[in-house]
């Protein structure tokens, strides 16, 4: 392309150099912000308007223009340009191509530099309200399956070794309080991404009489985003972005890791629904997880993008500088590793199939209520540390005859310790060790079903 085709070659003599075009070239990834890009242009052109600059008619042929540019790309029969560098000077060539002069004059009092950060902030907006919705979905469906197995026994671990009896219900909330506070973040982090830069222009305003609050109110931004500087640098919200996500990212990354283990024939906890699997082509018996392996090796790439985001914005001198023009592929990465990881965790957790009795015989065997039956002996009187050394002994005598707790006779359980009497086997049950921990934010059936139900109303508030 020479030079009097580039909507900046004014003041250049000699072409771009080939390899230079491609190099700085956006549009192969930016591309993906046509809608935003040509919301704001609306959005500016009603502005001009409004500012004395445009005619109701030259807005509306650059609106009715920009409507069948919209089409084209959508349709797919818009011809992207490489030398014509990014989504923003594809658009407006095309414009100008369409309506000639009046498409000349949508660029006043704007600069690439406040419309690309508008386009980015627009697109994350709508991006964090589509997440938004699908991470609504994996909530519910946490809320729904620790209902179904509010009463389901597991062995609960600490240092993955068996700890005390859990059900496998309050599990799964244990999962929902993190999603909540990583739903939490993301409106958090919505709330600064919605501000207008469009007005900061190149990177000190305009001469023209612009109006930033009506185009900030049209786009549907809570506020401008003040100094024209900043508003043009500032690549905090996508960093902000990137990290929430990263945190969801993580705790998605603990989830499959427990979905992996428990999946395996030594837990045997849940299997996962075939069309959640593959198979091996060598091993015929093989079913393996491979989508909470996936979930779990893509936080990876997310906490990367935060890195890369970081660095990327270190020691840059305000305002714009072309750096900038490296946020787009990490942020969208993100965006779109984080939907399909949640859309992925929806499947899986609603699909899977809970396997109740090798779940508790787990428990069975883990000497799970071994903290029970302290408990129990501190209620007879018993000094807690006496009632630990005690029930350890207990504990060694049971595994020296490779049975539990509870099929130690009460004469046998006797010997440890002269207040046990016949109701000492309440205790030891899983479900009597479950039911008792029955407080707010307890394990027991009962207060799972009581924390689902306050759950659903926390969800219905939001
Ligand atoms: N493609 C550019 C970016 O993504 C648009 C802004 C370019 N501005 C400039 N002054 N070269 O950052």
Redesign the pocket.
Known sequence: MSNDDKLWGGRFTAPTDAFVEEFTA?VNF?KRLYQQDIRGSIAHANMLVAAGVLTNDERDQICTALAQIEGEITAGTFEWSVAL??V?MNIEARLTKLIGETGKKLHTGR???D??ATDIRLYLRDSIDELTHVMDALLDTLLNQAERYNDTVMPGFTHLQTAQPITFGHHLLAWFEMLMRDRERLQDCRRRTNRSPLGAA?LAGTTFPILRDQTAAELGFEAVAENSLDAVSDRDFAIEFCSTASLTMLHMSRWCEELVLWSCQQFNFIELSDSYCTGSSIMPQKKNPDVPELIRGKYGRVVGHLVGLMSLMKAQPLA?N?D??E??EPLFDSIDTLRDCLRAMVGLLGEMTVKEAPMAAAAEAGFATATDLADYLVRKGVAFRDAHDCVGQAVAYAIGHNCSLSELSLTQLQEFNQTISDDVFDVLTLQGSVNARNHFGGTAPAQVRLAVGRGRDRLKGL
């Open positions: 956006s930016d560098e990014d923003h600069s690439r530099n419309q690309v190149a714009y072309k900038n023009q946020d787009k």
